[in-house]
């Protein structure tokens, strides 16, 4: 399982018909991911005080787009998607 944090007011203005793209995606060229270890580390880091949040809950084997795991904050390993979040690979959201 993978996990992508977005702000409400974002997410909730996607088409939930249409693949899944962060604000950050035409600057970044790839979606920011985690895995279950990593996500406290990444709401203490980039989310500190911001409440509320949404953790989509990401079935790896169902992403569509190409998943690369590479060297990030203090060499860590990150999952990162270059390409649009096909909606069926979402198998649940978490409120933060």
Same mark, same amino acid.
């Given at each position: ?32 991911? *985690? ?7 990444? =709401? ?22 190409? =998943?690369?795991?590479?060297? *990030? ?7 990162? =998607? ?9 198998? *649940?959201?978490?409120?933060?």
């Amino acid at each position: 399982m993978l996990y992508h944090i977005v702000k409400p007011a974002y997410w909730y203005q996607c088409q939930p018909d249409e693949a899944y793209v962060p604000e950050t995606f035409a600057e970044e060229g790839f979606i920011h991911l *985690s895995t279950r270890e990593q996500v406290a580390g990444v =709401l203490e880091r980039y989310y500190s005080g911001i409440r509320p949040l949404i953790a989509l809950h990401l079935d790896e084997s169902l992403l569509t787009a190409e =998943l690369r795991y590479e060297p *990030s904050t203090n060499g860590e390993l990150f999952p990162h =998607l270059y390409g649009p979040l096909n909606r069926d690979a979402i198998v *649940s959201t978490e409120e933060l």
